[in-house]
């Protein structure tokens, strides 16, 4: 039997009483496991198995079987979170893609400590767009889609090129596929963030553009950052 630290990413009904849990945990990574009776049963987990909780975990893994979910310990909640609209759909965004952007079964520590960061700041509302940009952009480093946003200093735009994750003068790519503006003035400076909101909103829809293209995988449209 296993512990670890661990968020709920994904749940889903498995017969009449339990579920299959999609877990992201500091020592093994993102795991599926059994929840047995979790459904039937309220005294079983008590609701600890939920979204925007920080969790010790017991488990039983079992190679070619359901992992099994022992004892759940709730070590933070986040549920403030549920307040607020855009803080919610950021941090829904943030579960996604710890399940959109890791293998299964890494150790992840890093990851998991960038995601609870990221979820306690959320729950302290904070500005939602400012810090899931923030969120996205290390997570993306920290699993090897890191962007080359090393551009001219005294330039605050740039193109992004969402299929090689570089930055060119726009002047020289205008009118070329799949280039857009990109504010490096606010990346360069993040304490301007919360003042240049569609500045935001704009480098979070070309990065999650950049996502998609070097995944090779679509991430479920929210609206949030106004996303077309």
Do not use: W
């Not at 759909?89 to 893609?97: F, P």
């Not at 596929?177 to 990109?182: E, H, K, L």
């Amino acid at each position: 039997m296993e512990t670890c630290e661990a968020l709920v990413l994904r749940k889903s009904d498995y017969g009449e009483a339990d579920l299959i849990v999609t877990l992201f945990s500091r020592e093994l990574g993102k795991f599926r496991a059994l929840a047995k009776n979790a459904k039937k049963s309220r005294k079983r987990f008590g609701g600890r198995l939920d979204f925007f909780n920080r969790l010790a975990i017991e488990v039983t893994l079992n190679k070619g079987r359901f992992n099994l979910i022992g004892d759940v310990t709730l070590e933070e909640s986040y549920r403030e979170i549920t307040e607020s609209v855009d803080s919610f759909v950021a941090a829904n965004r943030v579960l996604e893609l710890l399940d959109f952007l890791t293998p299964e079964q890494e150790p992840a520590d890093k990851l998991f400590d960038l995601a609870t960061d990221t979820l306690g700041f959320l729950s302290e509302k904070r500005d939602p767009h400012s810090v899931f940009l923030i969120f996205l952009l290390r997570a993306l480093t920290l699993c090897g889609y890191r962007p080359d946003l090393r551009f001219e200093r005294e330039k605050d735009i740039a193109g992004f090129d969402v299929e090689n994750g570089k930055l060119s003068s726009l002047e020289k790519t205008r009118g070329k596929r799949n280039i857009y503006p990109f504010h490096m003035d606010i990346m360069r400076h993040p304490e301007i963030m919360d003042t240049n909101l569609e500045k935001v909103k704009n480098n979070i829809r070309i990065l999650m553009r950049y996502t998609e293209y070097r995944t090779g995988r679509r991430l479920e449209k929210t609206g949030f950052a106004d996303e077309t």
